[in-house]
């Protein structure tokens, strides 16, 4: 529970292409970036990466460009959680 309200688990979906994050390798970091808007109605609240024994979790805020730099992995689960849009993932 959180606030007094009781919290029920979040279904993750696969991100359709158009939804998806771009991740590029920049020196030894994952630098994670996307297109949504970010307006304070609909904004990606956090992005996470989960790889082998480690989670990265980075806050986001609305109003503010999409960008995380996150140490790099050779693979792992990239999620993320938007207003509308709820908990989508992809492989990276």
Not at 41 to 49: E, P, T
Not at 53 to 58: A, G, I, P, S
Request: glycine share 8%; with cysteine; proline share 5%.
């Amino acid at each position: 529970s959180c606030c007094g309200r009781k919290l029920t688990p979040l279904e993750p979906h696969k991100a359709e292409e158009k939804e998806k994050l771009r991740v590029e390798e920049v020196e030894n970091d994952w630098f994670i970036t996307g297109d949504h808007p970010m307006r304070k109605d609909d904004y990606i609240s956090f992005v996470a990466l989960a790889a082998g024994d480690q989670l990265f979790v980075v806050r986001q805020y609305p109003e503010w460009d999409l960008q995380v730099r996150i140490p790099g992995r050779r693979h792992g689960l990239l999620l993320w959680y938007g207003q509308r849009q709820g908990l989508q993932y992809q492989l990276i």
